[in-house]
T-cell receptor
Framework: DARVTQTPRHKVTEMGQEVTMRCQPILGHNTVFWYRQTMMQGLELLAYFRNRAPLDDSGMPKDRFSAEMPDATLATLKIQPSEPRDSAVYFC???????????FGDGTRLSIL | AQTVTQSQPEMSVQEAETVTLSCTYDTSENNYYLFWYKQPPSRQMILVIRQEAYKQQNATENRFSVNFQKAAKSFSLKISDSQLGDTAMYFCAFMKQDTGNQFYFGTGTSLTVIP
C-alpha cells in the first residue's frame, strides 16, 4: 500500500534550534496538509498545499514557522527558532481533491527542551 | 465557517457490545463529505468510513456503520461487536465539496473497550 512518509519520527532538541520535518506524499496526490496535534488544542491545520502551491497557512505562526514544497515528492515544515510550546506531534497528510480522504503519515513527535 | 462537534470526550464499552459515537456539524453547504478517522495509541490516523452527503444510504464498513441525518446535521458512528483493538481516539471530519479536500475536524472521542 502507498503511504505518506514522514521523517524524523522523533526529534528532541533545545530551545532556539532550527527544526525541519519532512514529508513524502503519496505519488500522484496533489494536496498536502500539515497538522499539529496537542492534548490541549487537538488537531490544528497549519498549512495546505494544492499542486505545490500554498493555499492556506493561516493556522501557522508566521514569525517562526515556514512550509514549502520544493517538488511534488517533498514537503517541509520548518521551525526557527523553536520554543518549548512547539512540542507536539506534527502530521503530514496527502490526498486528491473532490471528496477523497486524506492519508496521514505516522507523525513526528517533537520535543523542545 | 464549518464547525464539527463531538460532544463525548470519553466513552467506554464492553468487549462484544455495541457503541455509538456522536458527531454534529454546522454548515450552509448542500454537498459535502463526512469521515470518521481512528487514532489508536500508535498515533496513526486511520480512515474508518466515508459518507457522501448526497447519498441517503448510510455507509457501512464491516463492523462500522454510520447514521447520517442530513437535516439534523448529525453523523454518528456505530461500532458493533466491539473489539479490544477498537480502543482509540475517534475523529469526525467534514469536507466541503468544492474546495479540494480540506478537513474540518472535531475534537475527538476517546473510546476504551473493556475486556
Amino acid at each position: 500500500d502507498a503511504r505518506v512518509t514522514q521523517t524524523p519520527r522523533h526529534k528532541v532538541t533545545e530551545m532556539g534550534q532550527e527544526v525541519t520535518m519532512r514529508c513524502q506524499p503519496i505519488l500522484g496526490h496533489n494536496t498536502v496538509f500539515w497538522y499539529r496535534q496537542t492534548m490541549m488544542q487537538g488537531l490544528e491545520l497549519l498549512a495546505y498545499f494544492r499542486n505545490r502551491a500554498p493555499l492556506d497557512d493561516s493556522g501557522m505562526p508566521k514569525d517562526r514557522f515556514s512550509a514549502e514544497m520544493p517538488d511534488a515528492t517533498l514537503a517541509t515544515l520548518k521551525i526557527q527558532p523553536s520554543e518549548p510550546r512547539d512540542s507536539a506531534v506534527y502530521f503530514c497528510a496527502s490526498g486528491l481533491t473532490r471528496g477523497q480522504p486524506q492519508h496521514f503519515g505516522d507523525g513526528t513527535r517533537l520535543s523542545i527542551l | 465557517a464549518q464547525t464539527v462537534t463531538q460532544s463525548q470526550p470519553e466513552m467506554s464499552v464492553q468487549e462484544a457490545e455495541t457503541v455509538t459515537l456522536s458527531c454534529t456539524y454546522d454548515t450552509s453547504e448542500n454537498n459535502y463529505y463526512l469521515f470518521w478517522y481512528k487514532q489508536p495509541p500508535s498515533r496513526q490516523m486511520i480512515l474508518v468510513i466515508r459518507q457522501e452527503a448526497y447519498k441517503q444510504q448510510n455507509a457501512t464498513e464491516n463492523r462500522f456503520s454510520v447514521n447520517f441525518q442530513k437535516a439534523a446535521k448529525s453523523f454518528s458512528l456505530k461500532i458493533s461487536d466491539s473489539q479490544l483493538g477498537d480502543t482509540a481516539m475517534y475523529f469526525c471530519a467534514f469536507m466541503k465539496q468544492d474546495t479540494g479536500n480540506q478537513f474540518y475536524f472535531g475534537t475527538g472521542t476517546s473510546l476504551t473497550v473493556i475486556p
